[in-house]
């Protein structure tokens, strides 16, 4: 019996071991507010959510809970950081980071 309900509270966990979301994963995503996206590269699915200060004026990137867009200086739409994009540092100076 032990072993069942091990397996069962296993199989509710948001990622697979390999960091993919599961459908349990997937459905607390979509549940909170979240959309699912696809991880650069690996193809492996994301939960993105939405950043509560998107469209708000920034400067720096400590001014967002995403990041800061240095072309509108504005907050980015979600929280997701993958693929390459540009940001504002907390020093106000334009950086590109590609993440995986």
Known sequence: FALVL??????????????????????????????????ALSGQTSCEMPAAD?????????????FCDPDTFTCSADTSRTGCYAFVDDAGREQTLCVE
Request: hydrophobic share 35%; net charge negative; with cysteine.
């Open 6 to 39: 091990l397996v069962l509270l296993v199989g509710c966990g948001a990622e697979d071991p390999d960091g993919a979301l599961t459908p349990a994963g997937e459905r607390q995503c979509l549940a909170r507010g979240g959309s699912i996206g696809t991880v």
């Open 54 to 66: 998107a469209g708000k004026s920034c400067a720096v990137a400590s001014d967002c809970s995403g």
